[in-house]
């Protein structure tokens, strides 16, 4: 009896469980980064760290060998970027903006 009544419990259990959620590929979409206008939009980045790393990957495959500079956050007409400021491996200045709007809150 008893090992009915664990058994009965234990899918009771197992169908009161909640759905996970289906996690959204990070995806970076928009422009080419050269503007606030054009800027390389970052979506489904569930936390602040995620959309920094999709910028990393981002900056890696656009610029291989490149060494950041320096980085800062900006506001205009209520969204947020990251400006990265970095060297080329060819030793050129570049300036990348990123459309950080959707993961800033996170």
Known sequence: MKTLL???FAMLA???QMPQPVPQPLVCAG??????QQAVVIMNA???ETGLLAEKVWLDRKYPGSRETRKSTLSS????????????ADGQAARVYFDT???FAK
Do not use: F, P, Q
């Open 101 to 103: 709007t959707e993961c």
């Open 31 to 36: 422009g080419d980064g050269s503007s606030c």
């Open 77 to 88: 007409a209520g969204k947020h970027y990251d400006l990265v400021e970095l060297t080329t």
């Open 14 to 16: 197992a169908g009161c």
């Open 6 to 8: 664990l058994t009965i």
């Open 46 to 48: 569930t936390y602040r």
